[in-house]
């Protein structure tokens, strides 16, 4: 039997969104990816407690801590839960040290040795007496790491950590957010819009989309096979078209105008089909999934081009080329059979 370190069964309602979303996790990190809007921070706040849900259920590490029929609805200071909000919500008026010490229930005197202790942890000796508008935005997140995990929580979330920080700190920050989560015994749900960082840090994907769960799942099974349109998209699939089922292992892309061989059976609820940009090929001669194209623009990114083009419908495509090769203006690209994405 799998060991849940968090159960959420919640639905919440306010006058323009509807929250309604089962999610169970174990001892791992588990990424919640999704849009503006989806519903992600929301459910990090109602498993908190900073937001108590309409109905419904949560159970971390084996305690009720909301239950709407039981009337259960455990105070957030009382739930173990260590949340990292995307402002790292420092006391500006407390230095590193103070910030630190301040959530630690300890006697002084061992509340300083605990204190000190996770400062050199976390390479922040050298900045513990200065006050938060002193020290950087990399400096800001490890105290705010450090002041999570020395209460020593059950459970770890984290609301788009990095969020705040230049492109170059957030890969060093990355790095160092995954050697302490992998640190971390308990259960993680890490909230973020962006899908190579849900890739690098987690090893479960839960995609949101407008209030509820669209899939969930290993992380490389996600992206290899997503299932769902959502799913596609948010895993970075440029080119989805509506489909039309025409035989077992034939479907037709409505919005490109042509009909593709498939690999896998097409089955009655396909409303979609995907291909992903770098899963094009260029062809020397006609066959199966091969297709004339008109290519309408090259697009030059710093390691590759991307080259937009049409089949005979009119929605644009993406196909990414290496920067030796050249295309032309009419060519043949061909559609793996093995690639080819079908989508409810």
């Known amino acids: 039997m799998v060991n849940l370190s968090l159960y959420v069964d919640i639905k919440k309602k306010f006058d323009d969104f509807d929250l309604a979303i089962k999610l169970e996790c174990e001892d791992d990190v588990t990424a919640i990816l999704g849009g503006s809007g989806c519903g992600k921070s929301l459910t990090l706040r109602c498993i908190a407690g900073i937001v108590t849900p309409d109905s419904g259920r949560i159970v971390i590490n084996g305690q009720v801590v909301f239950d709407s029929d039981t009337k259960i609805n455990i105070p957030t200071r009382d739930r173990g839960v260590g949340y990292l909000f995307q402002n790292y919500a420092l006391f500006p008026t407390m230095t590193v040290f103070g910030n630190i010490a301040s959530v630690i229930k300890k006697p002084k005197a061992e509340r300083v040795a605990v204190a000190e202790d996770i400062i050199a942890k976390f390479k922040?000796?050298?900045?513990?007496?200065?006050?938060?508008?002193?020290?950087s935005g990399g400096q800001s997140q490890r105290v705010a790491l450090a002041r999570m995990l020395v209460?020593?929580?059950?459970?770890?979330?984290?609301?788009?950590?990095?969020?705040a920080l230049d492109t170059h700190l957030r890969w060093h920050m990355e790095q160092e957010m995954a050697a302490t989560l992998g640190n971390f015994s308990g259960s993680t749900i890490f909230v973020s819009h962006d899908r190579d960082e849900a890739y690098r840090l987690s090893h479960k994907i839960a995609i949101m989309d407008r209030g509820r769960l669209d899939c969930f799942g290993h992380k490389q099974e996600i992206f290899d096979a997503p299932k769902t349109r959502i799913a596609a998209m948010m895993t970075g699939c440029k080119n989805i078209s509506a489909a039309k089922k025409l035989g077992e292992n034939l479907v037709r892309a409505v919005d490109w105008?042509?009909?593709?061989?498939?690999?896998?059976?097409?089955?009655?609820?396909?409303?979609?089909?995907?291909?992903?940009?770098?899963?094009?090929?260029?062809?020397?001669f006609s066959g199966c999934n091969n297709f004339d194209i008109n290519v309408h623009k090259i697009i030059n990114e710093p390691f590759e081009d991307v080259m937009l083009f049409t089949f005979e419908g009119e929605a644009q495509l993406q196909m990414a080329m290496p920067k030796d090769v050249k295309g032309e203006r009419k060519m043949l690209v061909h559609i793996p059979h093995d690639k080819i994405m079908l989508l409810k």
Do not use: W
């Not at 209460?151 to 969020?163: A, Q, R, V, Y």
């Open 151 to 163: 209460t020593n929580p059950k459970i770890i979330m984290l609301d788009e950590p990095f969020s």
């Open 257 to 284: 105008g042509i009909d593709i061989v498939t690999d896998e059976a097409v089955e009655d609820c396909i409303k979609f089909v995907g291909i992903r940009a770098h899963h094009l090929q260029m062809a020397s």
């Open 124 to 135: 922040l000796e050298g900045v513990k007496n200065l006050y938060p508008r002193e020290i």
